[in-house]
């Protein structure tokens, strides 16, 4: 019996999807279509249908672990420790000396192995 229970639960919930999607793409046709009126008024049309789909797709089962995986996304980011104006700024010199000096280095191994490569074919 809860088996029957689960397949009902997932076809309304791709349904819901279906419906969803519907709503976005209705959203986009209607901005084509009503292409007569200001630019602002359509993408406002156009922010509410996607407003509108997402508040139907977190209804689904998936649209509901989408919303528990976001809320432990932004737990887990703020966690973390940014790194300082000035560590940022020491970092990145660092990694432009390092950049620069194995930029010299190559060059001068290019340049070389093309005098070497020019012995031996003269």
Known sequence: MAGKADVTAGSVDTLKLAVSAGIVGASLL???????????YRVLGIVAGVVLAAV?????????AFAGFMQDARTEVRKMVWPTRIETLQTTLVVL?????????????DRGLTSLIQLVIR
């Open 30 to 40: 209607a901005f084509y279509i009503f292409s007569d009126l200001p630019l602002l």
């Open 56 to 64: 139907v797709a977190l209804t689904t089962e998936r649209g509901r």
């Open 97 to 109: 000396v390092v950049v620069i000096i194995l930029a010299l280095f190559l060059w001068l191994v």
